[in-house]
């Protein structure tokens, strides 16, 4: 795709980073449709604030470039029939993450496949991966101007050249730092318990987190996150911890 700018882009998910998705990347200037599974009259009106639309789920899809993903990681397999007929040179980006305390076990998961790699078995078509490795309080606070000193990176993973550089693009719209992370195959560096997932590291100090991801140590610091989260908090399934608390457990646990 040769021009990133005023995208045409349908947003599935109104929660906390589906709603900042929709406020800053119409804030940038592209025309934005955001839907959730329980009608466009429910998306709450900050959402909408810089002329994002609120739409039904078909609609989000109908005529657009770019479909972001940003629905729990179970669900993922219920919109596949939703995104049949989305053309395939649509680029698809997935916020998701996989948490077994909230989704139930996945057992292909719980066996060693990449989140990513999964989620394209179940959708039948290629995605990129981004802004799952950020918090959701950080995301919707924290982004700042290109060339803002310590901005945040947020990594990017893709098998299809067009995916990558359309969400390193976005990632940009959205006031963070974006990275190449490579291929879907390697994006289990950005998966929860990994250095680089919710540090809120800069584009100097990403590159080596996501080298330094030690894979067999990821579903253990995930689990243990998720349990300190439920004992502090009544409703993790959609919890949007401050920053500042957020940050210095998953540095805690991750790096």
């Not at 795709?1 to 929660?15: D, E, S, V």
Request: charged residues 25%; proline residues 5%.
């Amino acid at each position: 795709m040769n021009n990133t700018k005023n995208l045409k882009i349908g947003i599935l998910g109104a929660g906390n980073i589906g709603k900042t998705l929709a406020r800053k990347l119409a804030q940038a200037g592209h025309d934005v449709k955001v839907a959730n599974s329980r009608g466009p009259e429910t998306i709450e009106a900050d959402a909408l604030e810089f002329g994002a639309r609120a739409v039904t789920t078909a609609e989000a899809v109908e005529g657009v470039q770019v479909v972001i993903l940003s629905i729990p990681f179970n669900r993922l397999p219920t919109i596949a029939p939703l995104l049949a007929d989305v053309p395939k040179d649509t680029v698809v980006i997935d916020t998701s993450n996989y948490y077994p305390g909230r989704d139930t076990q996945i057992e292909a998961i719980e066996a060693g496949q990449v989140e990513s790699l999964w989620v394209v078995e179940q959708l039948g078509r290629p995605i990129a991966k981004a802004w799952n490795a950020i918090g959701t309080d950080s995301f919707a606070r924290l982004g700042t101007t290109k060339g803002s000193p310590n901005r945040i990176a947020i990594p990017v993973a893709a098998d299809r050249e067009t995916d990558r550089e359309v969400a390193l693009a976005l990632v940009e719209d959205t006031g963070f730092d974006a990275f190449d992370a490579g291929t879907l195959e390697n994006s289990w560096r950005q998966q929860p318990g990994a250095p680089a997932y919710c540090t809120d590291l800069t584009l100097a100090e990403l590159p080596d987190a996501l080298v330094s991801a030690e894979r067999e140590r990821l579903p253990k610091r995930r689990d243990l996150a998720w349990a300190i989260l439920q004992e502090r908090f009544e409703d993790v399934t959609n919890l949007n911890p401050d920053a500042g608390y957020f940050l210095r457990l998953s540095r805690l646990l991750n790096m």
